[in-house]
């Protein structure tokens, strides 16, 4: 009976998603830079050169997008390294309230496991429906990942952050906990490892794998090959399996393994040299706020105005000229292997991606 349910419900969500989305003409999934202060120096980073200027959104500026926005389904809240704003339960709180996601994102170097621990404790502290997923970035084991994040001693403290963060969910099971890895060419069995660990020794809900993307701080870093890209995505396809069967029973984990597929199948056409444009959601579905008041349909693709310069009215930036430009030709074709924007596209439009 439950994975019946689950089942159910998996696909009616889909669909309140899709009509929710219609029916607003507004995003229904919103990525927020809170600031661009950053305690690592990673060097997957394509989001480098914005670190560290001085800007973060004013509590007044994300109450201005918050009123704007109107119902949210998801809710990725970035930086820099988020958890460095003392604030950030209130703003997750803010757009509880206001916007009501059923889902909330946050990505973290996880270097700061009590200021984490805290921050997620104040956040959970709202009683709302929804679901929190903390990702710890991890791209190797042991010292390798501290060598690509910059940082010595960020792979412990991510572990320990991970083992709070497992208490946690054990008391609030609104709480998911993920790893995210950033798949390289020379970072390969460190992949492996890591998706073997996640699953048997840390009991994550979900371990995502994102290939290096844009042009990261170190420029000696590649991604895989496809021989390597193979290997690594028949290993993701297995495991997600198991993920996705725990959280939407039988046929709803058999159809979002499917998608897993479908997207790794993409992707690996971009990784040999013959990437597939097809009209994407960003722009409609998706949008991206910097910590400076950019707006972007998608991080890879230049902004379509800054809110400071339209009083943060959200609206009227999101309808100008050079949105409805920039809208047009997003429609009709683009290609990246951007994990957020992929699997929006793969939510609301799957057959672009057969």
Not at 85 to 113: E, G, M, S, V, Y
């Amino acid at each position: 009976m439950k994975a019946v349910v689950a089942e159910r419900m998996l696909s009616t969500e889909i669909v309140a998603w899709k009509r929710l989305s219609h029916r607003k003409r507004l995003p229904v999934h919103l990525i927020l830079f809170i600031t661009d202060r950053c305690n690592a120096r990673c060097g997957t980073c394509f989001y480098w050169q914005n670190l560290n200027q001085g800007e973060s959104l004013l509590p007044e500026h994300i109450e201005k997008i918050s009123d704007a926005l109107g119902e949210l389904v998801w809710l990725d809240i970035s930086g820099g390294e988020p958890f460095l704003r003392k604030d950030i339960d209130w703003i997750c709180h803010r757009f509880l309230d206001c916007n009501r996601p059923r889902n909330i994102n946050i990505p973290t170097n996880a270097i700061q496991t009590a200021v984490i621990e805290r921050s997620v404790r104040g956040i959970l502290a709202h009683r709302g429906d929804f679901r929190l997923n903390i990702a710890v970035s991890l791209d190797g084991v042991g010292e390798a990942h501290d060598r690509v994040r910059g940082v010595p001693g960020n792979y412990k403290k991510a572990l320990a952050t991970i083992e709070a963060l497992r208490r946690v969910r054990e008391e609030d099971p609104r709480l998911s906990l993920s790893v995210v890895t950033t798949v390289m060419r020379h970072n390969i069995e460190d992949v492996k490892q890591l998706l073997d660990l996640g699953l048997k020794e840390w009991k994550l809900d979900y371990h995502s794998l994102n290939l290096l993307r844009g042009t990261p701080m170190d420029g000696s870093l590649q991604p895989p090959t496809p021989e390597q890209f193979a290997e690594i995505s028949k290993l993701q396809v297995r495991l997600s399996r198991h993920y996705f069967d725990g959280r939407w029973g039988g046929l709803g984990g058999w159809m979002a393994t499917l998608g897993r597929f479908l997207l790794n199948r993409y992707y690996m056409q971009e990784i040999e040299g013959h990437p597939r444009d097809i009209s994407c959601n960003a722009g409609d579905v998706s949008c991206v706020i910097d910590a400076n008041g950019d707006v972007y349909f998608c991080e890879l693709l230049k902004p379509v105005g800054n809110l400071k310069t339209y009083n943060w009215e959200f609206a009227r930036l999101w309808n100008d000229l050079l949105a409805i430009d920039q809208r047009q030709r997003v429609r009709k074709g683009c290609h990246c292997t951007h994990e957020c924007f992929q699997t929006k596209n793969l939510i609301f439009t799957p057959w672009r991606l057969v």
